[in-house]
C-alpha cells in the first residue's frame, strides 16, 4: 500500500494506472481523499471547497470497482480508464442522491430527482463522486465569495481567494482534496479559479459538453468543463463527459478529435501560436506578464512560431458580456419563486399573495451578487432599452467572433495570461464589482465566441509567490490542440521547476493548524 | 357613464364600422409535449404527465418536438401561409404560478408561418377573404384552480391548485390580420371563422379540435371606427371565448359595448375583457398598458427550426382535401341545389351524407334519410346527428327495402326508431314488429270501396279530373290499413277503378 500521503497527490492518470495493475484499490484512493477532506476542508480555517461530502456513496462505488476488478473477466475488461478514481463535482450540477444548493440559500436542503448528463456519465464510468464544491451564488462571481455558505479559501494562502465562481473544484484539486473537479465556466469561472490555485482548467468548445443538468446561469455561455491537476487528467475528464446529448438542443452532433492522444503526443513544432495584442500589457500584474513571456520563451525553443494578433474589439467584450450574461440569467433564475421546490418565505405582514410570497421569497433567498444581476438583465431586456443594451451587445459578440475568426486565419492557436492578477485578499473586491468583473477580461472572449479555452499554471508571480495562469484558446471544435499545446507547455515548464507547481505550495495540513492555533 | 350600457345592434350598425382580430391557440394532439418528452394527454390525474422540464426543475433544458412543427407547418400551408425557412423562439418573462418557469417559450418577431389567407362562406355564400398575419408555435400553461372567494378567479381566493399536465402542451396561435368591411356581418364572420379554423386543424389530425375541451380557444379584439373614418379606434380583446356560439355573441356584445362608449363621449379603454356565457355579456379584466413588458429575447437553450423546403413540399403534398373545396366537389358530385347542400352542411351531417352514399345509397337517398329523420331526432335528444349512432348501412338497408315496396316510408321510419332502440338490424325489427306491406289488391279494393264510399265528394272531384284530391281517399285506405298498404299501390287501384289516368 503506498503512503496515503503520496496516493492524494498521484496524477488522475497515474491513480488510473496503479488502480488497473491491482496497485492499489478504489477504496483506498478514495478513502484517503475522504481522510484529506476531513483533515483540511472544514473549521474557521479549512479550505471550504466542498458544500457536501458524499462519503458513503463514493466508497460503495469504490468497492464496486474493486470487487469488479478483483473478480477479473469481462466485466473487469470494460471498466473505463478512469473507473474508481474520484472526482468532485461543483454544486452548480445536479446529482440524484446528494444536495444541489448552487451555493443559495433558495435551493438549500434540495435534492434533484434527477441526474445531470455529465453526472450520468460519471457514474456509468464509475467514477465514485467525493461530494459537491462550493461556488459563487449561481456560479456569479470571481472570487467564490459570493457563496452564501461562506467563502473558499485558496490552498496557497488561506486568506485569499481561489477565483470563482469554481473556487471549490479547483481549491479541491489544488488542495489534494480530489484529483479531478467537474467546473462550469459562463466568463471563466473554470479557468480562472485554475489559474489563481496552480491548477488546469479548460472550458470546451460550446455545445460539446452536455448542458442538460447544470444550473443555467447564461444559456449561451455556460459550459461545463474538467479541473484537474495536470493536462492529461483534463483530457481524460473531458473525454468521459463529452459527447452528443440529445437532451440538450445546444449540443453539438459530431464528437471531437481524440483529446487523450492529443494531450499523449503533445508537439508545438511549426505551430503558429499567437499572442492576442489586447490580452497582456498594460493592467496585468508584472509577475503575470513575466511568467506569461516564459511560457512564450519556451514555446518558441520548443519550435513554435509566435506572431502576434489583434483582437480589436476584445475591449468591448467585457461590457457586452455584462448585459448579455445577466440578460439570460434574470430570466434563467426566474423559476426560483418558491412555488414548487426550495425556499418559500412568507411574507412578514400584509396579504398572502402570490407575488408577495414570491418576491418574500427572493429577496431572502438570493445574496446581493444575484439580485445585482437580476436587475441588470430585467433592465437590459426591458421594452425601449432592449435595441441599445442587448441588441448591440449582441452585436458584439459577433464582432469578437470575427476577431477570433481573423486571428485563427494567422495563428493555430492563441495565448494569454488566464487572469491579469494573482489571487487577490479575500475581501478585497467585495465592494466593488467593477473590480471584479475585470478579472474575467481576459477569459469572457472564448465564451461569447463558444470557443475552447484551457489554463495551465505557469509558474508563480515574483512579487507574491502566487501561481499564474496561462490561457490558450483554439478555434470551435479544435478542444485537441488545447491538449497537445498545452502538455508541451506543461513538460517544459516542469522541467524547469523539476516537478509540478504544486509541488511548491505549502504543507496546507500544518498551515491550516498553524493559521486556527493564531 | 353606465359601464354596462350597450346601444342596440341596428344602431350601431348605423353610427360604426366594426373591425375584428382574432387570435385563435390550436392545441396539437402531438404524443409527446412541446419541449419534453412527458405525455401530452387529456383528462389525466393532476400532475401525473409531468417530467422535470415540465416543472421547471433547476438543470433542465427542452428539446423542440418535431411532430409538434410538423403539425405546425400543416396548419400554415393549409392556411395559405409562407413558412419560414428559419425561426426562432423566445422567451416571454413574466412571473405565474401556472408557468413553471416563470417564462413562456413561444415564437414571437419570427415566426414559423406567416402571411397567409382564408376565404371564409357564410350562410348566405357570400365568400370572405381573412387575411392570416402569422401562425407562430408556443406552449400552453399549467391550469390554475383557484379554490374558496365567490369569484372562481385568483383574487379573493384562499388558496390556489395548480396541475402542471398541460404545462408545456404544444399550442399553435393563428392571428389575424385586422379584418375589415365585414360590417353587420362581423358576428357571422366571426363564428365563421372560428369554425373553419377548427375544421381545418380537425381535418388535419393535428388537433382533437374540442372546444368545449379548451383544444381550440379564441380571443376576439373589437374596435369601432364612424363610418368613412380610416383610423382604427381602439380595441378591446375578450379572452377564451371557447364556443362558436360564444364568439357570434361576444363579438355582437362587444360591438353594442363599445358603441355605447363612443355615444357617451368616452374613449374605449384598451383591456381584456372577460366573457360570460350564462349573461352572454363581458366584464373588464386587466387593461393592458405599456407596463406589460414581457423582455422578450431568443430563446438561448434552443437553436433555430429550419424546415427544409423538401420537407415543407413533402407536408404539402400529404395535406388533405381543404373542407372548402371538398365541399364544393360534394356538392356537385351529389347534385344538390345550393341550398340544400347548406342545409346539409348547417345540420352538420355531409360527413354521414357521404359514408352512407359511400355505403350504397344513392345521394338522394342518403339525404332523405339523414335531413328528413335524422336531423329532427337528434334534435330532440340534444345531441348531434351523428352521435345517435346509425349505420350507413341501417340507411341502405331500410332505402332497399322501401325500394323493394317490402315496407313503407312510413314502416321504415318506425324501424328506425327500433334501431335505435336497440332491437336490433331492420330485418329483425320488421319480422319482430310484423310490419309488411299489405300487397295482396282484394283487402285493399274493400278498403278502397269503403273510403270512396265515405266521400262521395272528394270521388266525383277525381272523376272530374282533380287527382290531386286523391290524397284524402289514399288516406283513408292507410288509416283503414293501420298504414300497411303500399300507398303507392292504393293510388293506382284507387285511378283504375275510378277509371282517370293520372
Known amino acids: 500500500m503506498t503512503d496515503t500521503n503520496e496516493l492524494i497527490r498521484l496524477t488522475a492518470a497515474a491513480l488510473a494506472e496503479k488502480l488497473a495493475a491491482g496497485e492499489v484499490t478504489s477504496v483506498e484512493v478514495t478513502q484517503a481523499y475522504l481522510d484529506r477532506i476531513a483533515a483540511v476542508d472544514g473549521g474557521e480555517r479549512g479550505v471550504n471547497a466542498f458544500l457536501h461530502v458524499n462519503a458513503e456513496?463514493?466508497?460503495?462505488?469504490?468497492?464496486?470497482?474493486?470487487?469488479?476488478?478483483?473478480?477479473?473477466?469481462?466485466?473487469?475488461?470494460?471498466?473505463?480508464?478512469?473507473?474508481?478514481?474520484?472526482?468532485?463535482?461543483?454544486?452548480l450540477i445536479v446529482t440524484v442522491g446528494q444536495p444541489t444548493t448552487a451555493g443559495s440559500k433558495i435551493l438549500e436542503g434540495w435534492y434533484s430527482p434527477y441526474d445531470a448528463t455529465v453526472v450520468e456519465r460519471l457514474r456509468a464510468a464509475k467514477m465514485p463522486i467525493l461530494g459537491k464544491t462550493n461556488l459563487d451564488e449561481f456560479a456569479m462571481g470571481s472570487s467564490t465569495e459570493h457563496s452564501a455558505y461562506g467563502p473558499t479559501r485558496n490552498p496557497w494562502d488561506l486568506d485569499r481567494i481561489p477565483g470563482g465562481s469554481g473556487g471549490g473544484s479547483a481549491a479541491a484539486v489544488a488542495a489534494f482534496e480530489a484529483p479531478l473537479a467537474l467546473g462550469t465556466d459562463t466568463g471563466g469561472s473554470i479557468r480562472q479559479p485554475g489559474a489563481v490555485t496552480g491548477t488546469v482548467g479548460v472550458k470546451p468548445t460550446y455545445g460539446s459538453v452536455s448542458r442538460y443538468g447544470a444550473i443555467a446561469m447564461a444559456s449561451s455561455l455556460d459550459q461545463i468543463g474538467p479541473v484537474s491537476r495536470t493536462v492529461l487528467d483534463s483530457a481524460l475528464l473531458h473525454q468521459v463527459i463529452g459527447g452528443h446529448d440529445s437532451r440538450d438542443s445546444t449540443s453539438l452532433p459530431d464528437p471531437l478529435a481524440d483529446l487523450v492522444a492529443a494531450a499523449k503526443t503533445g508537439n508545438v513544432e511549426g505551430l503558429r501560436i499567437g499572442i492576442i495584442k489586447e490580452l497582456h500589457g498594460e493592467g496585468y500584474q508584472a509577475g503575470v506578464e513575466n511568467r506569461f513571456n516564459d511560457a512564450l520563451e519556451l514555446l518558441k525553443e520548443a519550435g513554435a512560431e509566435i506572431v502576434e494578433v489583434s483582437c480589436p474589439n476584445f475591449q468591448y467584450a467585457l461590457g457586452a458580456y455584462y448585459l448579455i450574461m445577466p440578460s439570460e440569467a434574470s430570466s434563467n433564475l426566474a423559476k426560483f419563486d418558491g412555488v414548487r421546490y426550495g425556499l418559500r418565505v412568507l411574507p412578514e405582514e400584509g396579504p398572502m399573495t402570490i407575488e408577495r410570497v414570491m418576491g418574500a421569497t427572493r429577496a431572502a433567498g438570493f445574496g446581493d451578487e444575484v439580485k445585482r444581476r437580476i436587475i441588470l438583465g430585467t433592465y437590459a431586456l426591458s421594452a425601449g432599452y432592449y435595441d441599445a443594451?442587448?441588441?448591440?451587445?449582441?452585436?458584439?459578440?459577433?464582432?469578437?467572433?470575427?476577431?477570433?475568426?481573423?486571428?485563427?486565419?494567422?495563428?493555430?492557436?492563441?495565448?494569454?495570461?488566464?487572469?491579469?492578477?494573482?489571487?487577490?485578499?479575500?475581501?478585497?473586491?467585495?465592494?466593488?464589482?467593477?473590480?471584479?468583473?475585470?478579472?474575467?477580461?481576459?477569459?469572457?472572449?472564448?465564451?461569447?465566441?463558444?470557443?475552447p479555452g484551457l489554463s495551465l499554471p505557469g509558474g508563480l508571480a515574483d512579487e507574491d509567490g502566487l501561481p499564474v495562469g496561462i490561457q490558450l484558446l483554439a478555434p470551435a471544435r479544435e478542444d485537441a490542440r488545447l491538449y497537445r499545446v498545452g502538455a508541451v507547455l506543461e513538460s517544459l515548464l516542469e522541467a524547469k521547476w523539476g516537478g509540478p507547481l504544486l509541488a511548491q505550495a505549502p504543507a496546507l495540513g500544518e498551515l491550516v493548524e498553524a493559521k486556527e492555533a493564531k | 357613464m353606465n359601464p354596462d350600457a350597450i346601444l342596440s345592434f341596428e344602431e350601431a350598425m348605423e353610427k360604426y364600422d366594426p373591425v375584428l382580430g382574432f387570435e385563435v391557440h390550436v392545441e396539437l394532439n402531438t404524443k409527446t409535449k412541446m419541449f419534453s418528452s412527458a405525455p401530452n394527454?387529456?383528462?389525466?390525474?393532476?400532475?401525473?404527465?409531468?417530467?422535470?422540464?415540465?416543472?421547471?426543475?433547476?438543470?433542465?433544458?427542452?428539446?423542440?418536438?418535431?411532430?409538434?412543427?410538423?403539425?405546425?407547418?400543416?396548419?400554415?400551408?393549409?392556411?395559405?401561409?409562407?413558412?419560414?425557412?428559419?425561426?426562432?423562439?423566445?422567451?416571454k418573462n413574466y412571473f405565474y404560478p401556472d408557468t413553471p418557469k416563470n417564462f413562456q417559450t413561444s415564437q414571437y418577431d419570427e415566426p414559423i408561418a406567416y402571411d397567409g389567407y382564408l376565404d371564409i362562406e357564410l350562410s348566405d355564400g357570400t365568400v370572405f377573404r381573412v387575411e392570416i398575419e402569422r401562425a407562430h408555435m408556443e406552449e400552453d400553461a399549467g391550469k390554475l384552480t383557484h379554490m374558496g372567494g365567490a369569484t372562481g378567479r385568483i383574487q379573493g381566493a384562499d388558496f390556489s391548485l395548480v396541475d402542471y399536465n398541460r404545462a408545456g402542451v404544444p399550442l399553435v396561435e393563428i392571428v389575424t390580420k385586422p379584418i375589415e368591411g365585414a360590417g353587420s356581418r362581423a358576428p357571422e364572420l366571426a363564428k365563421a371563422y372560428v369554425a373553419a379554423v377548427r375544421e381545418?386543424?380537425?381535418?388535419?389530425?393535428?388537433?382533437?379540435?374540442?372546444?368545449?375541451?379548451?383544444?381550440?380557444?379564441?380571443?376576439?379584439?373589437?374596435?369601432?371606427?364612424?363610418?368613412?373614418?380610416?383610423?382604427?379606434?381602439?380595441?378591446?380583446?375578450?379572452?377564451?371565448?371557447?364556443?362558436?356560439?360564444?364568439?357570434?355573441?361576444?363579438?355582437?356584445?362587444?360591438?353594442?359595448?363599445?358603441?355605447?362608449?363612443?355615444?357617451?363621449?368616452?374613449?374605449?379603454?384598451?383591456?381584456?375583457?372577460?366573457?360570460?356565457?350564462?349573461?352572454?355579456?363581458?366584464?373588464?379584466?386587466?387593461?393592458?398598458?405599456?407596463?406589460?413588458?414581457?423582455?422578450?429575447?431568443?430563446?438561448?437553450?434552443?437553436?433555430?427550426?429550419?424546415?427544409?423546403?423538401?420537407?415543407?413540399?413533402?407536408?404539402?403534398?400529404?395535406?388533405?382535401?381543404?373542407?372548402?373545396?371538398?365541399?364544393?366537389?360534394?356538392?356537385?358530385?351529389?347534385?344538390?341545389?345550393?341550398?340544400?347542400?347548406?342545409?346539409?352542411v348547417n345540420a352538420g351531417v355531409m360527413d354521414e351524407i357521404e359514408e352512407t352514399i359511400a355505403a350504397g345509397a344513392s345521394a338522394s337517398v342518403a339525404r332523405k334519410w339523414w335531413m328528413g329523420e335524422i336531423v329532427g331526432r337528434a334534435k330532440n335528444a340534444d345531441v348531434d346527428p351523428g352521435q345517435l349512432g346509425v349505420q350507413p348501412a341501417t340507411i341502405v338497408e331500410l332505402a332497399r327495402m322501401v325500394e323493394e315496396g317490402k315496407i313503407n316510408n312510413k314502416m321504415a321510419s318506425e324501424v328506425l326508431d327500433g334501431v335505435l332502440a336497440g332491437e336490433g338490424s331492420p330485418a329483425e325489427i320488421v319480422e319482430k314488429r310484423g310490419l309488411a306491406v299489405v300487397s295482396d289488391d282484394g283487402p285493399l279494393l274493400e278498403a278502397i270501396d269503403a273510403a270512396l264510399a265515405a266521400q262521395p265528394d272528394v270521388a266525383d272531384k277525381i272523376?272530374?279530373?282533380?287527382?290531386?284530391?286523391?290524397?284524402?281517399?289514399?288516406?283513408?285506405?292507410?288509416?283503414?290499413?293501420?298504414?300497411?298498404?303500399?300507398?303507392?299501390?292504393?293510388?293506382?287501384?284507387?285511378?283504375?277503378?275510378?277509371?282517370?289516368t293520372a
Open chain 1, 57 to 91: 456513496e463514493a466508497l460503495a462505488v469504490a468497492a464496486e470497482v474493486d470487487a469488479l476488478r478483483a473478480a477479473g473477466g469481462a466485466e473487469a475488461e470494460a471498466l473505463h480508464v478512469l473507473a474508481g478514481v474520484p472526482i468532485a463535482v461543483k454544486d
Open chain 1, 389 to 451: 443594451y442587448y441588441g448591440s451587445a449582441q452585436k458584439v459578440r459577433t464582432l469578437v467572433q470575427r476577431d477570433f475568426d481573423a486571428a485563427f486565419t494567422v495563428a493555430d492557436v492563441l495565448i494569454s495570461p488566464t487572469a491579469p492578477t494573482t489571487a487577490f485578499r479575500l475581501g478585497e473586491k467585495l465592494d466593488d464589482p467593477l473590480a471584479m468583473y475585470l478579472n474575467d477580461v481576459a477569459t469572457i472572449p472564448a465564451n461569447l465566441a463558444g470557443v
Open chain 2, 41 to 91: 394527454v387529456f383528462g389525466d390525474e393532476p400532475n401525473t404527465n409531468v417530467n422535470e422540464v415540465d416543472l421547471g426543475m433547476p438543470g433542465v433544458l427542452p428539446v423542440v418536438n418535431k411532430a409538434a412543427i410538423e403539425s405546425s407547418i400543416k396548419i400554415g400551408l393549409a392556411l395559405n401561409c409562407k413558412i419560414a425557412e428559419s425561426c426562432r423562439f423566445a422567451r
Open chain 2, 200 to 344: 381545418i386543424v380537425k381535418n388535419l389530425g393535428v388537433s382533437d379540435a374540442k372546444m368545449e375541451r379548451g383544444n381550440v380557444r379564441c380571443d376576439a379584439n373589437v374596435s369601432l371606427r364612424p363610418h368613412g373614418r380610416e383610423r382604427f379606434g381602439i380595441r378591446s380583446e375578450t379572452k377564451n371565448v371557447n364556443s362558436l356560439r360564444a364568439v357570434e355573441h361576444a363579438v355582437r356584445y362587444e360591438i353594442q359595448r363599445h358603441a355605447a362608449v363612443l355615444d357617451s363621449g368616452e374613449p374605449v379603454i384598451q383591456e381584456t375583457r372577460h366573457w360570460h356565457e350564462d349573461t352572454r355579456t363581458t366584464t373588464s379584466g386587466r387593461a393592458k398598458s405599456d407596463a406589460d413588458d414581457y423582455r422578450y429575447f431568443p430563446e438561448p437553450d434552443l437553436v433555430p427550426v429550419v424546415p427544409s423546403r423538401e420537407w415543407v413540399e413533402e407536408l404539402r403534398a400529404t395535406l388533405p382535401e381543404p373542407p372548402a373545396a371538398r365541399r364544393k366537389r360534394l356538392q356537385a358530385d351529389w347534385g344538390y341545389s345550393d341550398l340544400e347542400f347548406r342545409d346539409v
Open chain 2, 463 to 500: 272523376r272530374g279530373g282533380k287527382v290531386q284530391a286523391i290524397g284524402a281517399i289514399v288516406g283513408g285506405v292507410m288509416k283503414a290499413t293501420r298504414g300497411q298498404a303500399d300507398a303507392g299501390r292504393v293510388r293506382e287501384l284507387i285511378l283504375e277503378k275510378l277509371g282517370v
